[in-house]
């Protein structure tokens, strides 16, 4: 993929938003051949910069008056959006970048039941090259919702196909801002679900999302020296760490519920609650909401056991017993392995309430 994500502007960005140290987020996401940058919403000095856009902001929810050179609207099941395009013309159409937001669109509504903020900006600001950048998302104090995007010139649609960014922006305008700066939350939050919601939304194949868990999600594995989640500040932890206790946690509520509840019925509740990224709650806040709407209190107890000491979870194992396979890059699914229902639930999302009556052949095997 083609992108215009570039190391150093990304890197710049970082060490505007981050002077906490470490590895940054956005230069690793590029090194690791993920295609893009990542936004850095729970980190204070984020927040601070972010006041830098409000003023454009507050002003373009009112009406599109600021820098865009044109406002597309698009409403969507619980909300409404508004495309600004900015910084000059694309290759693209308008009429592809907004079926482009209208598809992130309903990956977040197929798998949350509706959009969490009834306005969302979506500032689309063109950049040299080609492909989606380092993107971010924020709200207001009004609750309205930005996410900023930029886009290469010489952006394709099929760019636009392969792109996860802009869905896993929208996903975190689903979670609420999670206090002492736990990223790992909501990164990891955002990275499980991004390909699942897509993958519900008939995006991308079931055979995608898997191939991808069972490759990546063995980085987010502790290593010597780690601390736990809390308290284990790398690139690999905060991502696939996250995306590992959130997929070992949607396994278990599926176990323990006999398959009729997910974690997509947690992270849905903890929405439906107020819990956007507009909001600050605690981590028992967050984790004792979605525990309530599942019945078993999974979140808060594996929260526990991983936020500060490593836990070392037998990937392989699991994969063999949901009925993934890889084999020289490609996956294969058992459909007579012993867990197999509980992948299937996942991929189609078929134990929620949202879609119990939606069989989605393409969340199939
Ligand atoms: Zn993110």
Redesign the pocket.
């Known amino acids: 993929m083609t992108i215009a994500c570039d190391r150093d502007r990304a890197a710049d960005f970082f060490q505007m938003c981050d002077t906490g140290g470490g590895r940054s987020t956005a230069v690793q996401h590029t090194l690791s051949g993920l295609n893009g940058g990542?936004?850095l919403r729970l980190s204070i000095p984020a927040l601070l910069l972010s006041f830098g856009f409000l003023a454009s902001f507050f002003c373009s929810m009112q009406s599109p008056c600021f820098a865009a050179d044109r406002t597309r609207v698009l409403d969507v099941p619980g909300g409404r959006i508004l495309i600004n395009f900015e910084g000059g013309k694309l290759d693209l159409s308008d009429e592809a970048v907004v079926s482009w937001v209208r598809d992130c669109a309903k990956a977040i509504t197929s798998y949350y039941g509706k959009f969490p903020l009834r306005k969302t900006v979506v500032r689309i600001q063109t950049t040299s090259g080609s492909g989606v950048g380092f993107s971010t998302a924020t709200a207001d104090a009004e609750d309205n919702g930005l996410v900023e995007v930029p886009l290469g010139r010489h952006t394709t649609v099929d760019d636009l196909a392969r792109d996860w960014i802009l869905t896993?922006e929208m996903v975190?305008l689903n979670f609420p801002l999670v206090t002492d700066n736990r990223t790992w939350i909501?990164?990891g939050m955002?990275t499980y679900v991004e390909p699942i919601a897509r993958l519900q939304a008939g995006s991308v194949s079931s055979s995608e999302v898997w191939s991808e868990f069972a490759r990546d999600i063995p980085q987010g594995l502790p290593e010597r020296g780690d601390r736990g989640l809390d308290y284990t500040n790398t690139w690999e932890r905060k991502y696939w760490g996250g995306a590992l206790f959130f997929f070992i946690a949607d396994l278990e509520i599926r176990s323990r519920t006999n398959n009729r509840r997910g974690l997509q019925d947690a992270l849905a509740a903890i929405a439906a609650a107020g819990g956007h990224i507009g909001s600050r709650w605690t981590v028992e806040e967050c984790f004792a909401v979605g525990d309530k709407a599942t019945g078993v209190p999974v979140l808060q107890a594996l929260y526990k056991e991983m936020r500060d000491k490593p836990v070392y979870v037998d990937l392989p194992k699991i994969f063999r017993s949901i009925g993934v396979e890889r084999r020289d890059g490609q996956v294969a699914f058992r459909r007579d392995a012993p867990l197999a229902a509980l992948r299937q639930a996942i991929s189609s999302g078929s134990s929620t309430g949202f879609g119990a009556n939606q069989t989605k052949s393409y969340a199939r095997d």
């Open positions: 990542h936004p896993h975190h909501a990164e955002a």
